[in-house]
Structures are given as C-alpha cells and as structure tokens.
C-alpha cells in the first residue's frame, strides 16, 4: 500500500513543499529511501523503527520504500522522521489514509516516541499558511515560533503515540494556549552610560538613524565597545515582517531560543579568531554565518585589525548588497544580511598613537602594516570614521548627565518616519544608507552651494565615485535628524568630518584620524 504524508524542506530561510511517500510491499524485510536524502535523513530508519516499536505499533516484515520528492532537492536534517513514522502506519493499514489527508508534519522522533525540535519550523510554518491551510504539526519544543504565523492551524502533541491516537478519532487537539511569557529580550546598554565622546554619541546617532556603518578609533578604554553596545537601545524597534524574518534566519541556524523570540534587534559581536565561512556563512550544507544572524540589528566587530584581511575582505559584497549568496555543488542559497557594521580598533599596535598621556612605542613601518590590514575598498564602504580619545578622569568623576538613549530614540524614529516616506517605493528596508547614489541625487533636494562644497571636497580628498555618494547619504541623514527638507552645506561639512583621509600612492585610508 502506498502512502503519501506532506512535509517540507527549508532551503535558505524558505520553504518548499516536500511529499514523503511510503511504500510497503511484499518481499525481503529491507528500508530504502531515496529522494537525494542526506546521512541524518537516512538513519531516520533507525528512530522510526524504535519510536514505532516503544509506541505500541508493529512493524511487519515488508519492503519499505520511502522517496522524498522532489527528488532533485537535497534533505537534510532530522524533520522527516515524523512524516515517514505515520506513512509508515497508513501503508502497512494501522492509521486510515483520509485521517492525514490535511496533515503536515515536522519533527524528529526519539527512540521513545517522543516528537522532538527541530530547525527551519517558522519558515515552513509560514510557507504551510501562505499556500496550504493545512494543520500543520510541530515539536512542542517549536511552538512558539509556529504560533508568530497568523491564521495558521497548530497541533503540537507530545509524543508518536498521543498523534495517532487523536488522528484515529478524527480530531487533532489544538495546543494548549500560551501561557504568561516573561520579556527575553536582553538588557540594552543606555547611551546616558557613555561619558564625554559627543563628537562620537552624534555620529551614534546618525548611524542609527540612517543605517549607515561606523569604524570608532580610539586608545584602549575610550569607550569604544560601549558606544557599540549602546547601538541597539538607539535603533527603532522591529515590525511585524522584520521579527519574523530575524527569527527565520536563527531557527534555519538552529540558535532560536526562548529569548529570541522577543522582537529586538540582534547584536552579533563575533571574536577576531573566526573563519572566514563563520562571518559570512559557509560549509558543505550552508549555514548563515555572522553577518546574517546580524540581519537588521548590529555586527560588531572589536579589535578590528586583528581580524584576517581575507576574512574583512569578504565584508565587501554583503554591506553593498545587503545578503549573501553561498553557492555549492548541491545548489545554491541566499541569506539576507542587512546589518549595521561597527568596527572598533586602535591607531597602532601599542593603542596610544596620538594619546598625549601615553606616548606610541611603536615604529612608523609597523604602524603603516598594522592599518594596511583594513584594505582602501572596506574602508570605503564604511560610511563613518570616528577617532576618540581618552576620557578625562576628573569628567568620569564629576558624574555630569548625559542624554539617554530614549531622548535619542525619539529622534531617530523622526529621521526614520521621514525616509520611509521618501523611500516608499523602494521597499520596506531602504534608507539613507541603503538607497543608490544616483537615486539619491535625482530625487532628494540638495541646495547649489552643498552641491558645490561636495564636489570642492571630493577633489581635494580624493574621494572615489562610492565615497562621494556615501558622504552625501550621511548628510541627507544628517539633514533628516535637523528636519530639514533640503541637503545643506552645513549638513555636508558635518557629513564630510567623518571621512578618512586618504593616503598616497592607492595606500589604504589612514583611518586613524578623520578628515577635516
């Protein structure tokens, strides 16, 4: 008797349906699965046979054929082995077809029968309800993700043998419903913490407000990393279609927690030691890497410089296009990686280059290799170049306010309301940082005399066709902060402080001091 049960698979952070089809025939005892099936997918034959068995169910002695179609599209993971265990009861007679005729299934089985977590649930979730209407049955360990999908029929039963009990009565229990779920959002740093650094809280407040990246410089202690950790407190906070997709992306990575399922931006700050495949994402069977985990939040690299140039090089095509596209044998995938970059780094290898209490120790020759690792191409897709210095001691002990990062919110989300509106047509995520140059100088007011001073300043910098496009992003966010309608020369001046200078002979940027 042949049986078919619905099912899927994720491929990148979507859906496609898959059809597991069982079928039990006469002959040899013998389990085949076919359908371009990985290892994980073929040693399900081994928990579906215990699960069946502690179960209460008999396997009898047949030859079972299962095909995962498509066949062409690789399976991974261990989802199916939920679907193959009840095609497996309806081929061999013990569960009536009609009652997995509107069933879709997802889950790993433990060898007791239990229906464990699995990855990738909130993409099928959102696939099964865009397509299907199909109940759809998932680990309880995988609830809440499913239950982020609206109008979408739920069954979440503990175990192999609760399932087919309810589906032979005909009635699939809804889950029970969510109960009281404490805020798993984690603790944002209040920009009221950082003292002093104003020139580098204003160029905080501009990255937030018109998704441009930022390289602080400064000596150790200058308040670098929190500046970075103030970030996310400053940023406005996700809608609908931006939760869920930051959420797809950590349950295809396997990295959902509880706590993830609060609607907050992701602040990723992976260590300088990680591999090139870990940043951008990678392996045999592609995984997001860093920067996609960071989709729509905050990629903070520390100790800039100590990263592999190969490794930061690789940065180059993710922040101009805003996502990732790892192409395999077995195919290829496309991770979104729309993030926020900050970089923190110090002048020299010593830190103190520049520091009037600190004199630098270190030779011009190492100073010189020590920046050459940031290479003049990432340099120049980093919109903002901020140098800090170190904190007085008597203004950390005078205990002076400074503004909080909810006064410093309320402007942001002004700036952002403004882009939004200008930006309609363009799609949800554009902003100042995002949207092409040339759109920028057709359709957004810039005053003769700014236009001129962008252009006196582009000569004498030296700045490439990308560089003079980005300046003018800063200032058309600088511009939106003043709730000024038009780009003026003043928001271009300000605009243009924040661009390394640029060294001879096609050297990379000096970016251990702003450019006048």
């Avoid at 970030?231 to 990575?253: C, D, Y």
């Avoid at 904190?391 to 002076?400: E, F, K, T």
């Amino acid at each position: 008797m042949l049986a078919a049960i619905r099912s899927a698979a994720v491929v990148g952070i979507d859906a496609i349906p898959v059809t597991v089809e069982v079928d039990a025939a006469k002959g040899l005892p013998q389990w085949t699965i076919v359908g371009l099936a990985a290892g994980a997918v073929r040693e399900s034959r081994e928990r579906v046979s215990a699960a069946l068995a502690n179960s209460g169910h008999v396997i009898p002695p047949r030859r079972i054929t299962v095909n995962l179609a498509p066949a062409d599209i690789r399976k991974e993971g261990t989802s199916y082995d939920l679907p193959i265990a009840l095609g497996l009861l309806v081929a061999t007679g013990q569960l009536a077809p009609e009652a997995v005729h509107d069933l879709c299934a997802v889950g790993e089985l433990g060898l007791d029968g239990e229906i464990r977590a699995v990855r990738g649930v909130l993409p099928v979730a959102r696939h099964t309800a865009a397509t299907s209407g199909r109940t759809l049955v998932v680990p309880p360990d995988n609830l809440p993700e499913a239950r982020l999908v609206a109008g979408l029929r739920l069954s979440a039963p503990p175990t192999l043998g609760a399932l087919v009990a309810a589906l032979r009565t005909g009635r699939l229990p809804p889950p029970d419903p969510p109960g009281e779920v404490a805020d798993g959002a984690p603790p944002l740093v209040d920009l009221a913490e950082v003292v002093g650094q104003g020139m580098a809280r204003r160029a905080l407040e501009i990255v937030a407000a018109g998704d441009h990246g930022v390289c602080f410089v400064g000596p150790p202690g200058a308040g670098k990393t929190l500046l970075a950790q103030c970030l996310p407190g400053i940023l406005p906070p996700l809608t609908e279609f931006e939760t869920l997709e930051v959420i797809a992306i950590h349950s295809v990575a396997g990295t959902l927690a509880g706590r993830a399922l609060a609607p907050c931006r992701p602040f990723r700050a992976p260590h300088h030691s990680i591999s090139t495949a870990g940043l951008i994402g990678g392996g045999s069977s592609p995984r997001p890497g860093e920067v996609s985990l960071a989709h729509l939040g905050v990629l903070f690299l520390d100790e800039l410089l100590e990263f592999p140039r190969a490794t930061l090089d690789a940065l180059r095509q993710p922040i101009e296009e805003g996502h990732v596209v790892l192409s395999r044998a077995a195919g290829t995938v496309r991770y979104p990686a729309h993030f926020t970059l900050v970089g923190a780094m110090n002048p020299c290898p010593c830190g103190h280059a520049g520091d009037r209490m600190r004199p630098c120790v270190c030779v011009p020759a190492d100073v010189a290799r020590y920046r050459a690792r940031l290479s003049g191409p990432l340099a120049d897709r980093i919109d903002l170049h901020v140098t800090l210095g170190a904190v007085p001691l008597r203004l950390l002990a005078s205990g002076q306010p400074s503004e909080s990062s909810a006064t410093v919110r309320a402007r942001v989300a002004a700036a952002r309301r403004r882009q939004r509106d200008r930006y309609a047509a363009l799609g949800p995520l554009a902003s100042n940082g995002r949207v092409a140059g040339r759109w920028l100088v057709r359709h957004s007011p810039i005053a003769a005399a700014a236009r001129d001073l962008l252009a006196t300043a582009a000569e004498r910098l030296g700045l490439s066709a990308r560089g003079y496009h980005r300046v003018l992003r800063v200032a058309r966010t600088i511009a939106d902060l003043d709730g000024a309608e038009s780009v003026l020369p003043d928001s271009v001046a300000e605009a243009l402080r924040y661009r390394p200078s640029v060294a001879r002979d096609g050297a990379a940027p000096d970016v251990g001091r702003a450019a006048g």
